[in-house]
């Protein structure tokens, strides 16, 4: 079991409607040592790929992406969801829907942070059914730029965004994948990978 794990089985908290709340460490209340260990982690697992540039989307991926950053020595580009007078000049759009909040959002790169030359790798706190995923890939094949791998700090193993992701040929390493949750009991099954 690794690190990841561990924390959300002492830490998790199972909610009806297969969410898992982990604010106490992950995206409301951040463990900087846990984020630390994990973008080492990445950098193991995408060690051998020309990563020149990390791409997140707006909020919780922002902190972890931030800390793998310092492991790849690249810069941290996030997807905004909405626009703001500060942005200008040409935009990449993508119509994604979150899983967690139920509702569409267009998010938002600025073009002049992505190009051709970049080999971008994804991270993102969670893949549930892959709508994120899957509109920050548009983003990027829209810049010409290269998806070189998918980081995920959790996978919810049983909704259909990873098998959707992998099924497209892209590199998903995903920390901890959960099998199945039990809001009754609190009980969490990982997969073993």
């Given at each position: 079991?690794?690190v990841?794990?561990?924390?959300?089985?002492?830490d998790?908290?199972?909610k009806?409607?297969n969410?898992?709340k982990?604010?106490?460490?992950?995206?409301?209340?951040?463990?900087i040592?846990l984020?630390?260990?994990?973008g080492?982690?990445?950098k193991?697992r995408?060690?051998?790929?020309p990563?020149?540039?990390?791409?997140?989307?707006?909020?919780?991926?922002?902190g972890i992406a931030c800390?793998?950053?310092?492991?790849?020595?690249?810069?941290v580009v996030?997807?905004?969801?909405?626009?703001s007078?500060?942005?200008?000049?040409?935009?990449?759009v993508?119509?994604?829907e979150?899983?967690?909040?139920?509702c569409?959002?267009?998010?938002?790169?600025a073009?002049?942070?992505?190009?051709?030359?970049?080999?971008?790798l994804?991270?993102?706190?969670?893949?549930?059914?892959?709508?994120?995923l899957q509109?920050l890939?548009?983003?990027?094949q829209?810049?010409?730029a290269t998806?070189?791998?998918?980081?995920i700090?959790?996978?919810k193993?049983f909704?259909s965004?990873g098998r959707i992701?992998?099924n497209?040929?892209f590199?998903?390493e995903?920390?901890a994948?959960?099998?199945?949750?039990?809001?009754?009991?609190g009980?969490?099954?990982?997969s073993?990978?």
């Open positions: 079991m690794n990841l794990e561990e924390r959300i089985l002492k998790g908290i199972v009806e409607g969410v898992l982990v604010d106490s460490f992950l995206n409301h209340q951040m463990d040592g984020f630390n260990e994990m080492r982690i990445f193991e995408f060690a051998e790929k990563i020149n540039k990390i791409l997140t989307i707006e909020a919780s991926g922002i800390i793998a950053a310092q492991h790849f020595q690249v810069p996030f997807a905004k969801k909405s626009k007078i500060n942005l200008e000049g040409e935009m990449y993508a119509e994604v979150s899983f967690t909040h139920k569409r959002n267009h998010v938002i790169v073009q002049k942070f992505l190009s051709p030359d970049d080999h971008v994804i991270i993102d706190d969670f893949l549930a059914n892959g709508c994120a509109g890939i548009q983003i990027v829209s810049a010409g998806v070189e791998g998918i980081g700090a959790v996978e193993g909704q965004g992701i992998r497209l040929g590199q998903l995903s920390l994948i959960i099998e199945g949750m039990d809001a009754s009991t009980e969490i099954q990982f073993r990978q």
